[in-house]
């Protein structure tokens, strides 16, 4: 069992994810603009809890390395308990990537999530569970706090190595 994170809490920061009502739009202007060549895509369904509400959550997610940081841009697509996403998103239908949520990675086993999850505290608490196989994950709502959610997520070591294989990673040097 690797010992309870004693430090800052934001220590493991992985991600920064990004909401939009248009991925390929997106996509095309992570290209362009910020020289990100390409993303994994995959669709996603899975069952979530999101504010106590019970569904299912269906997501287009693209991934990207650019060095030690990963890049998630997400386009909700079903309906569902999905506003967790689709109510930061304009409401005239118009395009932007609205910045989200960090990630921070939870390293060790099934008791260190467990117990790095009781330890979050009410002033974070858990807004969103996802239920997807070989991870855990879920976001705490700190938008009070510093301005956005906060994920939260754990890897099987074969998650972990099939996501290494597939998500490109580039350097920025």
């Known amino acids: 069992m690797i010992p309870p994170l ?3 809490a934001l220590g493991n920061l992985m991600q ?3 909401v939009t009502p248009d991925l390929d739009h997106s996509l095309e ?3 362009a603009i910020y020289r990100v060549p390409e993303f994994f895509v995959m669709e996603q369904t899975f069952p979530a809890i999101v504010f106590g509400e019970k569904g299912d959550m269906a997501l287009r ?3 990207a390395n650019v060095d030690n940081v990963q890049l998630e841009l997400i386009q909700p697509v079903g309906g569902g308990v999905d506003h967790i996403y689709r109510d930061v998103l ?3 239908g118009s395009h932007a990537n609205v910045f989200h949520h960090v990630c921070v990675k939870v390293e ?3 008791d260190d999530w467990d117990a790095y999850i009781a330890a979050l505290g009410p002033e974070r608490p858990v807004a969103y569970v996802g239920f ?8 705490s709502d700190e938008r009070a706090l510093i301005g956005c959610f906060v994920e939260h997520v754990w890897f099987t070591p074969e998650t972990q190595a099939r996501m290494k294989a597939v998500v490109p990673t580039y350097s920025s040097r």
């Open 90 to 92: 304009p409401k005239d």
């Open 132 to 139: 997807v196989e070989g991870a855990r994950f879920c976001y």
């Open 61 to 63: 997610i693209a991934l």
């Open 16 to 18: 920064f994810a990004w």
């Open 6 to 8: 004693t430090g800052p």
């Open 108 to 110: 060790g086993t099934l």
């Open 29 to 31: 202007q992570f290209k």
